[in-house]
Nanobody
Framework: QVELVESGGGSVQVGGSLSLSCVVS????????MAWFRQAPGKEREFVAA?????????YANSPGRGRFTIARDMAKNTVYLQMNRLTPEDTAVYYC????????????????WGQGTQVTVSS
């Protein structure tokens, strides 16, 4: 059974940084993609960043975190990270990691497995 467990969320002031982690267990990686999505109160879940596991290719599309957030993975630890810098109150949300065999990296419907989410709160 595949399990994704996020950690690293918390409260930070405007301009601060946080690093999220997502550990994947019960799965052998191949052509998977890993991604981070987020959902703010009263809003739909949105794409943040993704990475192709085998090629280690990051993808941000036009996500709000582009230029401030960095996604990375550690194959040895089966872990994907999201480094978030220059945080703003608009980044406040529950952040989810997801895994799947994905064609369109920004489409949440293509991801098979999801973590439980970790709360990020940015205050001014």
């Amino acid at each position: 059974q595949v399990e994704l467990v996020e950690s690293g969320g918390g409260s930070v002031q405007v301009g601060g940084s946080l690093s999220l982690s997502c550990v994947v267990s019960g799965h052998t990686f191949g052509d998977d993609a890993m991604a981070w999505f987020r959902q703010a109160p009263g809003k739909e879940r949105e794409f943040v960043a993704a990475i192709r596991w085998r090629s280690d290719s990051p993808f941000y599309a036009n996500s709000p975190g582009r230029g401030r957030f960095t996604i990375a993975r550690d194959m040895a630890k089966n872990t994907v990270y999201l480094q978030m810098n220059r945080l703003t109150p608009e980044d406040t949300a529950v952040y989810y990691c997801a895994r799947g065999l994905v064609d369109q990296l920004t489409k949440e419907d293509e991801y098979t497995d999801w973590g439980q989410g970790t709360q990020v709160t940015v205050s001014s």
